[in-house]
């Protein structure tokens, strides 16, 4: 029986020892303490007293350790990390097991980001490696949603053919991401993975190869991307193993990420549901700050997109969700992006570019927060600024919410009288979603001022058929934010292709 094991079975025992031989140290300490003092004179510990009031602190740290680490044996996985519908039971349900709760982390799964590997022969290029990998950690921690394992703890586990689902285990971490750094001449190429330590399976991985040229730039923009990407990924693999398991029993986590499916889907309907989902999570845990942003999003696209409630009592709930997102978590950036969503929708542009300014202050690495300061911007009347950030969330994830970027960048193009790029972006936004009635719009917008006339008119007729009730009116409300000469010249291109 090894010593671990006996102090288990005798654990009330060692206990009240350990507890004896701590008040035997300290009381002796303190009572030579303060017969010293009382007769005026300095303090002495001989090395008998010294080493019993060492041995009372010790003994307390020993049965801190002890029993925090009985404790912890006995604690349930989180609900979060067992098996799903559908997955490898035996495997996945055996790796649960081995992680145990992280306190105040819910259901929701952390991230761990190991040190990268370097894999070239100069040994400087190992700093670079450590600068990558705890710029990821600082911008992954940016995102609210996902909790991140310290750099303290994860970059324990360096080097070598690392078992991840005994290192996510022993970090409390549903996620790992990895990767490697390696120069050649003046090139420099960087691989990062992200792991489910459950399953041991890839859930996301890309490579970046840049000439060498400025180090801290070249660390900065790639941490930037590789945050970014990452993040979508994650998301959808949160939201596509909630849905495996079903809606009768899930905690506020995976009725988050079942929203975050709807939202994907960029319909009035799916804003809808999302909406649904959200409102769910919140009741499940009432300071879920970034489900409350995200409810509050969901009515900001529904008024944008026509719903059939009442405006202002829409836009109302919008704020009213917002702001309660942002007192929860004030570091929140999605928080702040809704609650600009809502000055928008409300008409106050000084204020919308104001709040998505906070967003992108506080995460810099998130294409969302980027893609809302481009469109306040666009309603603003800014259209440089509108591309100069729309075209920055494009950076950070060239694979994300690409309708609304083609959408930012066409209406600018469009202002700044460059229609060729707008019309091109705008047939880029219909073939990436060809429900989405605004790219009919801008194609018609473009085309017209090219003197494209049938062109125009061809795209009212498509725009028609993913949209029934597609007006000048919708468009209007669609864009919120009433600037007359503009409006007067975007609704005469409109009635030129045929819309009224």
Known sequence: MSVFEWITEHEGFFSGLVAIAALLGISAAATRLLWVRARGLKPKFSKLGLTITAGGFVAIAVSVFVVSNLQQSEIEPEEALRSPVGSNTEDESSAANKI????????????????????????????????????????????????????????????GNLNLQEVGAELGARYVVEGSVRRAGDQIRITATLIDALTNQQVWGNQYDRALTDLFSIQDEISSMIAASLIGDLTRAEGERAHRRGTSSLEAWSLYQLGMQHTERFTLDE??????????????????????AQLALSTVMEIMLGGSSVREDMVAAAFENARRAVALDARDPTAHAALGGAY??????????????????????????????????????????????????????????????????????????????????ARQLIATNPSYFTGYAYIAMNAVALGRIDEARAAIVDGRRAQPDLSIALVEGYLGNPRPEVDARRNEALRAAGLN
């Not at 998505?356 to 809302?372: C, F, G, H, K």
Request: aromatic residues 12%; negative net charge.
């Open 344 to 425: 928008l929708v409300a008409g106050d542009t000084k204020n919308g570019i104001d709040a998505t300014q906070r967003a992108v202050d506080l995460n810099p690495s998130m294409p969302e927060a980027w893609i809302w300061l481009g469109w306040a911007n666009v309603l603003a009347g800014n259209p440089e600024a509108a591309i100069t950030a729309s075209e920055r969330a494009r950076r950070l994830n060239p694979h994300g919410h690409m309708v609304w970027i083609y959408e930012n960048l066409s209406l600018a193009y469009w202002e700044l009288g460059r229609y060729e790029e707008g019309l091109e972006l």
């Open 100 to 159: 145990h709760q992280v306190v105040d982390f819910g259901a929701r799964p952390a991230i761990a980001v190991l040190p990268f590997d370097n894999l070239s022969a100069d040994p400087e290029q190992a700093f670079f490696a450590d600068g990558l990998a705890e710029d990821l950690i600082t911008r992954l921690s940016t995102w609210r949603a996902f909790p991140v394992i310290a750099r303290n703890s994860s970059f324990q586990f360096r080097g």
């Open 271 to 292: 804003y809808g549901k999302a909406g649904k989902f959200f409102a769910q999570a919140i009741d499940r845990d009432p300071r879920f700050s970034t489900a409350f």
